[in-house]
Each structure stands twice: as C-alpha cells, then as structure tokens.
C-alpha cells in the first residue's frame, strides 16, 4: 500500500491544482491499511472536510487504478484512535442514519434547524414545514423544483427528520430516483418484483428526489405511477423534488405529469444577497470557521450562482486559513479563490475594462492610450490597468501593449500604485470597489 499510495501521489500531482496539492495531499500520511482499506491521516478536520468535498472519490480512483482493485480511503486527524476508526469490513460509505429503528435513507445534517429561510425559498420552506406537521393530510404531492445546489435535497431531507421526530413509528423513505430505478432493475433481474412492490407500498412517507431523472425510463415510469397510486389512496405523503417545474420535464408519461401536478407545486429561486450571507454566517459557525463579515459579503457577492458553490468556497477558504494559520480576510480570499473567481470573471476584457474606466472617470479610451500624463488621464490610466491585471489573464507586456504601446514596467508600476493607495485611501478603495462591482455585473 505506502508504494500505491507513493505512486498515486505522482498521478494525482498532475490532476490537482498545485496549490491544493501542496497544501491538502502532499501533507497526507498513510498510516494503516487493511484488506482494502487505506487509513490516512490528515492534518485537521477543516482539511477532510475539504479533501472529502473534492477529491475522496479522485483518490479513491486513482489508487484504485494502481492497485487493480476497489480501493477505499478512510481520513482521520491526527493522533485519532485507529480502532474505532477503521472497521475492518464497512461494506460502503456509512449508511445515512444508524440512530434509527428503520433505515430511513435520510441524510443527517440536512435538518430545518441549519436552514436558512429567505425571500427565495420561503414558499417552499412553509409548505415543507406544513408537510413536516400533518402528513398526508394537505399537499400530497408535494413537488419542490428548482436550479441544482439551491436546497431541495436539504429541504425534504428536513421534511423526513421532523416527522420522524415527531411520529417516530412511521416509516419514512428518502432516496434518489436513481436509486429507485437501480432498485427495480435488481429486483427485475432477480425476479423478486412482489418483494419491490410491497416494499414501497408500506411506505407512509416516500421522499423521492430528482424526479426529472425518470425523464424517459419508461418502466420505471410505469412502475412509480402504480406505487404513486397506491400511497397517495392510501393517504401516504409523497414528497419529490426536481430541477424542472413538471411541464418542463422531457418524455415524462402524461399520467405522471398529471398526478405530479394534484398537489402543491412550490420553487426554490437563488438565494439573494442577504440570504447568501446569513447561510455563509450560520455555516461559519457550523464549521468553526471565524469568517469577518466584509469577507462573507465579498463570497456572497462574487459566487451567487448557487448554494452549493458558497459552501465550497468557504470550506476550502477555511481549509487553508486553517493550514497557513492566517487570518480570513479579503486579500487572503481572493488568493484562494482565484480561480474560482477568475473562471466567473473571464467574460471580463481589457476593452470592457477600458470602456468602464472612461466612463466612470469620464475620459476618452484615446486619452487611456495616448502618451498625455496629465493627473486626470494618469490616474484612470492606472486604474484600468490595475484592473486588467485583476481581471484578465493578460500579461504586464500585453497590458501594456493595449494601452497605447506601454513598457510592461510602467503597468507594473501602475498596479502597485493602485494597490498602494487602495490601501492608504479609503475613498479611493471605494471608487474601486464601485468599478469593481460596475465590471462584475456587466460581466
Ligand atoms: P439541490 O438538491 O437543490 O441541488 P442541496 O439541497 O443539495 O441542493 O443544497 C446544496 C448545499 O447547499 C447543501 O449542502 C445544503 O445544505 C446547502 N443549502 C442550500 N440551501 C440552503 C439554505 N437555505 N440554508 C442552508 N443551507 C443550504
Ligand atoms: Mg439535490
């Protein structure tokens, strides 16, 4: 195993950042193995977090591929007791819920208490929530659909906790769509499609997630339809989730479309400025991540696409803060999210920044490339070549090249001085963060 793992390293230095390379893997020490097991010490819970969220599933597959067999990684912190931590013959992944009579499919943390409740999800949370409290009774269905990483999965998974808190003895099912046809396929296969039937038939509670993925399976189509009818006469809850609002799903029969549409019908839109904040906030403080507050309104305005991303970046902004031992600030954060960042900025171009820069200080883009040295020109000059170094990937010679034939050490020395004064002159910061943000969102 320590020569697979040696070798491994060696593929994966080529298939991971190198920033994350030397920070998170270069700093992982195998310390046990057993059968297939590979027990690997890391250096903080911050840093499994983060090497979980990314890259398990690449070490798992490289390793696997140096072995020539199924390999699995198990991370602990420093110092943890290997005992415990390293069952000898855990079949998979942990199930998701040991503390129950019943395997509920469920997945722990996805609770309503770290929800966080905004303008855009309010309708949905309220309805899940009258859900949680009389199932069967009101909405049934209930269809929540919604972009990806924006809390469906969270939402229902919530829905299921709180009925069972509240009604321990029913039997609640959560599972992927995925899941239920691979379910029926083996039982298809195995000729055991009476045991499948009355299994989801006795079910009071079937959460089923992206439903837009029974999107022309047509077995498994019919084979849901029947179940559907059989727990919704029997006033069993339903619960489903998709990305797409039912009429919009493809090659969906139309009796299910029909049915999907009796009950209650509620979206998930992304999550706005405030809310993006007070999710970063509540998940700071999950993770015992100390995150200042102008940093988590840089994160919330640089990555709104969806939920899923905030998390990750902050993760791995935590993750790093936490190896370096450094403090989160903005600099820090935009040094670690560079590329993340970078990719959202890339429709950003030395000309759209030129343009921007002429009007905010109202000058010419002539007057940017001309050899005029006056402070009025000079100054909005240096701006807009400090931006594009912040913004593009063009080089110091390029930058120059684009404004007006400038020696690469004239913009080199124009971002310090922009960078100086930005630091010194508050008003000066705030005239660039207005371009900043006036670039970002024509971006
Ligand atoms: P979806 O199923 O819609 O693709 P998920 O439910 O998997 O999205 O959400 C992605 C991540 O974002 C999860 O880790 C989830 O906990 C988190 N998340 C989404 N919305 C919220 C919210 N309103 N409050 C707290 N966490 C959220
Ligand atoms: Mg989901």
Same mark, same amino acid.
Request: net charge positive; proline share 5%; with cysteine.
């Given at each position: 195993?320590?020569?697979?793992?040696?070798?491994?390293?060696?593929?994966?230095?080529?298939?991971?950042?190198?920033?994350?390379?030397?920070?998170?893997?270069?700093?992982?020490?195998?310390?046990?193995?057993?059968?297939?097991?590979?027990? *690997?010490?890391?250096?903080?819970?911050?840093?499994?977090?983060?090497?979980?969220?990314?890259?398990?599933?690449?070490?798992?597959?490289?390793?696997?591929?140096?072995?020539?067999?199924?390999?699995?990684?198990?991370?602990?912190?420093?110092?943890?007791?290997?005992?415990?931590?390293?069952?000898?013959?855990?079949?998979?992944?942990?199930?998701?819920?040991?503390?129950?009579?019943?395997?509920?499919?469920?997945?722990?943390?996805?609770?309503?208490?770290?929800?966080?409740?905004?303008?855009?999800?309010?309708?949905?949370?309220?309805?899940?929530?009258?859900?949680?409290?009389?199932?069967?009774?009101?909405?049934?269905?209930?269809?929540?659909?919604?972009?990806?990483?924006?809390?469906?999965?969270?939402?229902?998974?919530?829905?299921?906790?709180?009925?069972?808190?509240?009604?321990?003895?029913?039997?609640?099912?959560?599972?992927?769509?995925?899941?239920?046809?691979?379910?029926?396929?083996?039982?298809?296969?195995?000729?055991?499609?009476?045991?499948?039937?009355?299994?989801?038939?006795? *079910?009071?509670?079937?959460?089923?997630?992206?439903?837009?993925?029974?999107?022309?399976?047509?077995?498994?189509?019919?084979?849901?339809?029947?179940?559907?009818?059989?727990?919704? $006469?029997?006033?069993?809850?339903?619960?489903?989730?998709?990305?797409?609002?039912?009429?919009?799903?493809?090659?969906?029969? $139309?009796?299910?479309?029909?049915?999907?549409?009796?009950?209650?019908?509620?979206?998930?839109?992304?999550?706005?400025?405030?809310?993006?904040?007070?999710?970063?906030?509540?998940?700071?403080?999950?993770?015992?991540?100390?995150?200042?507050?102008?940093?988590?309104?840089?994160?919330?305005?640089?990555?709104?696409?969806?939920?899923?991303?905030? $998390?990750?970046?902050?993760?791995?902004?935590?993750?790093?803060?936490?190896?370096?031992?450094?403090?989160?600030?903005?600099?820090?954060?935009?040094?670690?999210?560079?590329?993340?960042?970078?990719?959202?900025?890339?429709?950003?171009?030395?000309?759209?920044?030129?343009?921007?820069?002429?009007?905010?200080?109202?000058?010419?883009?002539?007057?940017?490339?001309?050899?005029?040295?006056?402070?009025?020109?000079?100054?909005?000059?240096?701006?807009?070549?400090?931006?594009?170094?912040?913004?593009?990937?063009?080089?110091?010679?390029?930058?120059?090249?684009?404004?007006?034939?400038?020696?690469?050490?004239?913009?080199?020395?124009?971002?310090?001085?922009?960078?100086?004064?930005?630091?010194?002159?508050?008003?000066?910061?705030?005239?660039?963060?207005?371009?900043?943000?006036?670039?970002?969102?024509?971006?």
């Amino acid at each position: 195993m320590q020569q697979a793992w040696k070798r491994s390293l060696e593929i994966l230095r080529d298939r991971i950042e190198a920033q994350d390379y030397e920070n998170f893997i270069s700093r992982l020490h195998p310390v046990a193995a057993r059968d297939r097991n590979l027990l *690997i010490e890391a250096p903080n819970r911050l840093a499994i977090d983060f090497i979980t969220q990314r890259y398990l599933n690449l070490m798992e597959e490289v390793l696997s591929q140096t072995v020539g067999a199924p390999v699995r990684v198990l991370l602990q912190p420093p110092g943890a007791a290997q005992q415990e931590l390293f069952p000898l013959s855990v079949p998979a992944r942990p199930p998701a819920d040991l503390s129950r009579k019943r395997p509920s499919g469920l997945i722990p943390k996805y609770t309503f208490a770290n929800f966080v409740v905004g303008a855009s999800n309010q309708f949905a949370h309220a309805a899940s929530k009258a859900v949680a409290n009389q199932p069967g009774d009101h909405y049934n269905p209930l269809f929540i659909y919604g972009g990806v990483g924006l809390g469906k999965t969270h939402l229902v998974n919530a829905i299921g906790h709180q009925i069972l808190d509240k009604y321990p003895e029913r039997r609640v099912l959560y599972l992927s769509s995925e899941s239920f046809m691979n379910e029926l396929i083996n039982a298809l296969r195995r000729d055991r499609m009476d045991e499948f039937k009355s299994r989801f038939r006795r *079910i009071d509670v079937l959460i089923l997630d992206d439903v837009q993925f029974l999107a022309g399976r047509e077995r498994t189509q019919e084979e849901f339809f029947h179940t559907f009818n059989s727990l919704y $006469e029997g006033h069993r809850q339903i619960v489903l989730t998709s990305d797409k609002f039912p009429k919009e799903i493809p090659d969906l029969e $139309e009796r299910l479309r029909n049915r999907f549409e009796w009950g209650l019908i509620a979206d998930i839109q992304s999550p706005d400025m405030e809310t993006r904040v007070a999710i970063l906030q509540k998940k700071a403080e999950a993770e015992r991540i100390e995150l200042p507050h102008d940093v988590a309104l840089f994160l919330a305005a640089n990555i709104d696409s969806n939920v899923r991303e905030l $998390e990750g970046s902050l993760t791995r902004l935590g993750a790093f803060a936490s190896l370096n031992k450094s403090e989160i600030t903005v600099d820090f954060t935009r040094q670690v999210l560079q590329n993340i960042l970078r990719e959202k900025d890339s429709t950003i171009t030395i000309e759209s920044i030129q343009k921007a820069v002429c009007e905010f200080f109202h000058v010419r883009p002539a007057d940017l490339r001309s050899k005029k040295r006056t402070r009025t020109i000079a100054v909005p000059r240096q701006v807009a070549m400090y931006l594009c170094r912040r913004y593009t990937q063009a080089s110091f010679p390029v930058i120059g090249d684009r404004f007006g034939g400038r020696d690469h050490s004239t913009v080199i020395h124009a971002t310090q001085v922009v960078d100086q004064r930005a630091k010194q002159d508050p008003t000066f910061r705030a005239t660039i963060e207005r371009l900043e943000r006036m670039l970002e969102s024509r971006g």
